[in-house]
């Protein structure tokens, strides 16, 4: 198991272009090529290789492999592979091994080299034999394509769980970015592509839920907040499991969760990608929960509970927040689950000025608003996923680095998997890297010294926060 933390580099590196890069193809599914979205996100990406082949004094070299990673110099690109499906699979299926990317390349070229990427009846002219003349004749000088030499190309992830769990969460993104784009374009959504990778994942977390969490937590380049609805969709499956509901309602559970943003896809991509929005066009985010309901009452077949989850997850306890209803609504326990999981998933993803909360803290900050949510669903919710939920990075009090991958008998005990021996050491050979918090082994009380949030981020357990959680009632689930 890789620190996943320890892989990712601030935004101006490899990493950010190539995510600007998988940015640029969803506009170009999203928008024509004229359109000034399109051509915002493609001199993004060109400042972006501009910045990092000029401090790294070389081209940028995307590796893709035969797998389903991005890789650069051989390290795994997170951001660009757990949102970038649609790239690998077009380098897959021209057999690519990497792009390289010079510093001369501009937004014109680009735009004609994505145009050629994606077009199916494009392929022919990047093949090995037609390559070098269409380039010439299409004005692209600045991007090489290399293709596998028929060996096996370098392995994804350091090991199998994590390279099923990347995989299962690019499937996750996969699908909530076809029903934006589909959705944007006034198209019908894939419901059951949609039910089957819910139905899907929920099989990858009964397996495991440590390094789908973790790999998740990696995902931390978000701007059409892609990431964010995936992760609520895990939340609200793992805490589904917690209430040991049957599968059918969980899996209702899950659609639900992967559904609730959809109306963001008819709101204007100015304003959902706006910080600091004025009055008006925070009016027109807030939309997005009524246009969602809308959206998916317009389908066929579409669960109820979903339709609830899109309209009232922002709507707070007693009926206060937006929409306004005309009429009483009633939120459903699935749109008050959902609700809580898409609080704490924004309190706790990183941003572009703030790293994220950890868990104990996003618990603490709700607890201090819990008049906004249903009280037992969030005491529920709260001991569904413990102190430290399944995916935290933890320092144990011997310095190992360690991830929680189960829930433990209290909420303050979770098993955990140690990463590394104290101070980033190697484990030795056969010792036990599975752990349970409080539960003395080797003459030892493991115990949770600290979590660790992103890149050289520790950050001590905050007392009062306890205090606040700790207190929780230990009630029947709701």
């Given at each position: 198991m890789t620190d996943l933390s320890r892989d990712i580099e601030p935004a101006a590196t490899?990493?950010?272009?190539?995510?600007?890069?998988?940015?640029?193809?969803?506009?170009?599914?999203?928008h024509a090529s004229h359109d000034a979205h399109v051509q915002d996100q493609l001199r993004a990406a060109v400042t972006e290789l501009r910045?990092?082949?000029?401090?790294?004094?070389?081209?940028?070299?995307?590796?893709?492999?035969?797998?389903?990673?991005?890789?650069?110099?051989?390290?795994?690109?997170?951001?660009?592979?757990?949102?970038?499906?649609?790239?690998?699979?077009?380098?897959?299926?021209?057999?690519?091994?990497?792009?390289?990317?010079?510093p001369q390349l501009d937004a014109a070229e680009l735009l004609t080299f994505l145009e050629l990427l994606r077009a199916p009846r494009h392929l022919?002219?990047?093949?090995?034999?037609?390559?070098?003349?269409?380039?010439?004749?299409?004005g692209i000088r600045s991007v090489v394509c290399l293709e596998h030499d028929g060996e096996a190309g370098r392995g994804d992830p350091d090991t199998g769980g994590q390279r099923q769990a990347m995989a299962r969460y690019q499937a996750l993104v996969e699908i909530v970015q076809r029903n934006h784009i589909d959705a944007h374009r006034g198209a019908g959504l894939d419901l059951d592509r949609t039910h089957a990778t819910v139905e899907q994942t929920t099989n990858a977390l009964e397996a495991n839920a440590g390094e789908l969490f973790a790999v998740a937590g990696a995902d931390d380049l978000d701007d059409f907040t892609f990431g964010h609805t995936a992760r609520v969709t895990l939340l609200a499956l793992q805490a589904a499991h917690a209430a040991d509901v049957d599968r059918q309602q969980a899996l209702r559970v899950g659609a639900a969760a992967l559904l609730h943003d959809i109306g963001k896809a008819r709101v204007a991509q100015d304003v959902l990608l706006r910080r600091g929005r004025s009055a008006d066009e925070q009016r027109e985010f807030a939309a997005h929960a009524r246009r969602g309901a809308e959206l998916l009452a317009a389908q066929q077949g579409v669960d109820p509970a979903a339709i609830g989850a899109a309209y009232g997850h922002h709507i707070s306890r007693g009926g206060t927040g937006t929409p306004t209803p005309a009429l009483h609504f009633e939120p459903s326990g699935v749109t008050h689950l959902v609700r809580i999981c898409d609080v704490f998933e924004t309190l706790t993803a990183?941003?572009?000025?703030?790293?994220?909360?950890?868990?104990?803290?996003?618990?603490?900050?709700?607890?201090?608003?819990?008049?906004?949510?249903?009280?037992?669903?969030?005491?529920?919710?709260?001991?569904?996923h413990g102190l430290h939920p399944v995916g935290t990075q933890v320092e144990l009090d011997q310095g190992e680095q360690a991830l929680v991958i189960a829930p433990g008998a209290s909420l303050h005990a979770p098993v955990v998997r140690r990463l590394t021996g104290p101070a980033g050491t190697q484990l030795p050979r056969g010792v036990p890297t599975v752990l349970t918090i409080g539960?003395?082994?080797?003459?030892?009380?493991?115990?949770?010294?600290?979590?660790?949030?992103?890149?050289?981020?520790?950050?001590?357990?905050?007392?009062?926060?306890?205090?606040?959680?700790?207190?929780?009632?230990?009630?029947?689930?709701?």
């Open positions: 490899a990493d950010r272009f190539a995510h600007q890069l998988v940015l640029a193809l969803v506009n170009l599914e999203l910045r990092v082949a000029v401090a790294n004094h070389e081209p940028v070299h995307l590796e893709i492999g035969t797998g389903a990673a991005v890789r650069h110099h051989g390290r795994v690109l997170w951001s660009a592979t757990l949102q970038g499906t649609r790239l690998l699979e077009l380098c897959r299926t021209l057999r690519l091994a990497a792009l390289e990317f010079l022919k002219a990047l093949s090995t034999a037609q390559r070098t003349e269409a380039f010439a004749a299409l990183p941003g572009p000025d703030h790293p994220g909360l950890p868990p104990l803290q996003a618990y603490a900050v709700m607890l201090q608003r819990r008049q906004q949510f249903d009280p037992r669903w969030l005491r529920f919710f709260i001991r569904a539960e003395r082994r080797e003459g030892r009380t493991p115990k949770i010294r600290a979590v660790t949030a992103g890149v050289g981020q520790r950050l001590p357990l905050p007392d009062a926060a306890v205090r606040e959680v700790v207190c929780v009632p230990d009630d029947e689930r709701p």
